[in-house]
């Protein structure tokens, strides 16, 4: 059965960072782009970072979080990667990895949840002091 699993959430203070990890069980992950999303309470989910599965690694990021989160991938652990750092408070949200068939991240793409078939069940972060 094919399941992704987020993983890495936590407490942190503001300025801190956390890497979150997104597993896929059942299926090669290298064949899918990976996005990353979050829901803070009483917003819908965002799309903040998405990264293709072809070899040029291309990758979008919501301004939102251009310049402090990284995303990445490391298909023979089957595992995708965001990199969180100088966290603030407004990155408070359930945090969830989902995977598409033919997407292609770049600058030009904006991650829509209808894209993403497999979702994670998500990990909290929240940033407080």
């Known amino acids: 059965q094919a399941q992704l699993a987020e993983s890495g959430g936590g407490l942190v203070p503001p300025g801190g960072s956390l890497r979150l990890s997104c597993t896929a069980s059942g299926f090669r992950l290298g064949y899918y782009a990976i996005g990353w999303f979050r829901q803070a309470p009483g917003k819908e989910r965002e799309g903040i970072s998405c990264i293709s599965s072809t070899d040029d690694g291309a990758a979008y990021y919501a301004e939102s979080v251009k310049g402090r989160f990284t995303i990445s991938r490391d298909n023979a652990k089957n595992t995708g990667y965001l990199q969180m750092n100088s966290l603030n408070p407004e990155d408070t949200a359930i945090y969830y990895c989902?995977?598409?068939?033919?997407?292609?991240?770049?600058?030009?793409?904006?991650?829509?949840?209808?894209?993403?078939?497999?979702w994670g069940q998500g990990t909290q972060v929240t940033v407080s002091s």
């Open positions: 989902a995977t598409g068939p033919d997407l292609y991240c770049d600058d030009t793409y904006n991650p829509d949840v209808r894209d993403f078939a497999s």
